[in-house]
């Protein structure tokens, strides 16, 4: 299996050193796994339209302002995850 690597500020690799219980490598192919699903989600919605490469950065910028919305409520209330 292929290695990525991810560069994280300090007071996040802080925060995460605080859960060693917490496989962040799942964490981050789950998170790249929803991205990539979105991704195919939005290429079959514009397959045969009309809308221009703008349109299609700007729904991919909807995309994820409202999954980082959603992460981040996610981590504000864990009970709810």
Do not use: Y
């Not at 690597?5 to 050193?17: F, G, H, I, R, W």
């Not at 221009?52 to 729904?59: F, H, P, Q």
């Amino acid at each position: 299996m292929p290695n990525v690597t991810v560069a994280v500020d300090d007071a996040l690799k802080d925060q995460m050193d605080d859960h060693p219980e917490i496989n962040w490598s799942e964490v981050a192919r789950q998170a790249i796994r929803e991205k990539i699903h979105d991704l195919e989600v939005m290429e079959q919605l514009v397959e045969g339209s009309e809308l221009t490469e703008e349109d299609v950065d700007e729904l991919a910028a909807q995309i994820d302002r409202a999954a980082t919305e959603e992460a981040m409520a996610d981590l504000d209330d864990p009970a709810d995850a």
